[in-house]
């Protein structure tokens, strides 16, 4: 069982950085992939970027290739989300998902490849 919290969201300009943190507790941690998603008002959960657990592989979506970094830290069982040049259209709810092996039937950039999911952070982007 792995249990996440988020935090680090907060108000910032356009322009403007933050980085989230999400904290997670669980003696497995380390072999999970990890990933960040986000939802906006009115909208689907989509995703954001995700690590495999050796931080071999990383992915992000398109709208945030560029600006974003994922990172982890198996040490401290934490993963990081590093936002830089944001946009008001950043703002979301922003949640950090962890996908256990036996998710791998499901595609690594959809929800339903996540089975452990934190309570989210508010990132607000203003123009």
């Known amino acids: 069982q792995v249990q996440l919290v988020e935090s680090g969201g907060g108000l910032v300009q356009a322009g403007g950085s933050l980085r989230l943190s999400c904290a997670a507790s669980?003696?497995?941690?380390?072999?999970?992939?990890m990933g960040w998603f986000r939802q906006a008002p009115g909208k689907e959960r989509e995703f954001v970027a995700r690590?495999?657990?050796?931080?071999?592989?990383?992915d992000y979506a398109d709208s945030v290739k560029g600006r974003f970094t994922i990172s982890r830290d198996n040490a401290k069982n934490t993963v990081y989300l590093q936002m830089n040049s944001l946009k008001p259209e950043d703002t979301a709810v922003y949640y950090c998902a962890g996908r256990s092996q036996s998710m791998y039937g499901s595609a690594w950039d959809t929800v339903r490849g996540y089975d452990y999911w934190g309570q989210g952070t508010q990132v607000t982007v203003s123009s």
């Open positions: 669980g003696r497995t941690f380390s072999r999970y992939t």
């Open positions: 690590i495999t657990w050796t931080g071999a592989t990383i």
